[in-house]
């Protein structure tokens, strides 16, 4: 039997949390081994001068989070801990009975074969070995042409020669960014935003400030004030869809921010990798003001992420400085892939991939409604992800641990906050991450039984 006994002195909150949250600490840094024996309950009380029943409420929330495991007559010892599923996708958490809901990702559909039939006719083909040079930094012109008529699916109007291919959304936001901005320059965005932007903003040293919002997206009025403060380089919007909260910008917010930032002198990067989900998307803010707006879009939500093919749309006036950007940060995707996406592009295959993603997020959403749709925030049908607002007394981090502790990962708001305004209780769950939508029914029923529970929330009196 072990020793252990931690140091109660600096934990805020009742006892019986304090000691399971040391019991977690020290199995996460070795000090408490799988198969250790953990002290009696009479033993522990005595040294830490709590109750007997203080221990007992301990040892019992570490068994719920899975930490320890209680055997009649033989005592209480540290659970061998299973398998990390920090950092695998869904596919590996599916494998260890993990259901991922936490990766705003696409059903992605078995294209084996036809990215393998595709391949090889584009390397069977006249000028294939060109493919397997080095090729100009911002994209082949025919597959610069193929992202400009992606684009204007969705409203954003641009000559192709001021379009660059990238890999991925994630390298146009950092492209984008250093453009436009160095070291120590303010970049605003909203609120609320997709982790991602904001990693790419702190890795150029960048500062980030969080805009207001209401249900319908960005207010206007508090990107004005906030202009009028602070002397931003960029704003970084998704006004399609945004990321967590489903909202869409209506026009007339799109122009007054496109009138904004032209006059404060401030470039819009718009990022529409969620437009494709819309059947008849507003017009893009890069319709009403050209001039100043970097546009952003991927195929990572209409046909696969693991393509890594962007585009991105920038004022003539920045080409230049863009592309030595995107040659300092590593170039484009691979040319074979692009080759592929502007095919599938050209002959209409990535619209009706497109398409599918929309049926498959309806059928999902109409499944997922009856179990969450009353904690949801209004959302398109067609949307992959829900904006889940908690009831009290829910709070985020308890009700996203409550819900890993039964194998359910979602993603809490706290991911998505700039600044240290208050963060809403609420999650983001995908519904689109999981391969079958058996898979995303019990994950969402798992969370719809969550909400009816009561958390752990008592104070106890010793």
Known sequence: MTSWSPDLDNRAGPRYRAIADAIAEDIAAGRLAPGARMPTHRDLAWRLGVTIGTVTRAYLDAERRGLVSGEVGRGTFVKEPPRPIVGVGPLEAAALGVIDMSISAPLVPDLTDALAREVASVMGSPGAIG????????????????????????????????????????????????????????????????????????????????VAMDEEGLIPEAFENACRQGAPRAIYLMPTIHNPTCAILPPARREAIAVIARRHD??????????????????????FGPDNTIFLTALSKSVAPGLRIGFMAAPAGMT?????????????????????ARRWIEDGRADRFAAFQRDEARDRQRLVR??????????????????????????RDAFTAAAAARRVRITPADAFM??????????????CATRTREEMERGAAILAGLVAETPDVGVEVV
């Open 370 to 395: 009856p179990l969450l749709g009353h904690l949801a925030a209004p959302s398109p049908p067609s949307v992959s992800h829900l904006w889940l607002s908690l009831p009290d007394p829910w709070r």
């Open 320 to 340: 230049a400085r863009m592309t030595s950007v995107s040659r300092a940060l590593g170039g484009g995707p691979s040319p074979v892939l692009a080759e592929v």
């Open 418 to 431: 700039v600044g240290r305004g208050p963060t809403p209780h609420a999650v983001r769950v995908s519904l």
């Open 266 to 287: 401030v470039t819009v990067i718009e990022d529409d990798v969620f437009g494709c989900l819309v059947d008849e998307p507003p017009p893009p803010v890069h319709r």
């Open 131 to 210: 493919l397997l040079g080095y090729v100009p930094w911002q994209g082949l012109a025919a597959h610069r042409a193929a992202g400009a008529a992606w684009m204007a699916r969705f409203g954003a109007h641009a000559d192709p020669a001021t379009v660059q291919v990238t890999t991925g959304e994630q390298s146009a936001m950092a492209i984008a960014l250093a453009t436009v901005a160095k070291p120590g320059d303010l970049v605003l965005t909203e609120a609320l935003t997709y982790p991602g932007f904001k990693a790419a903003a702190g890795v150029l040293g960048l500062r980030l400030h969080g």
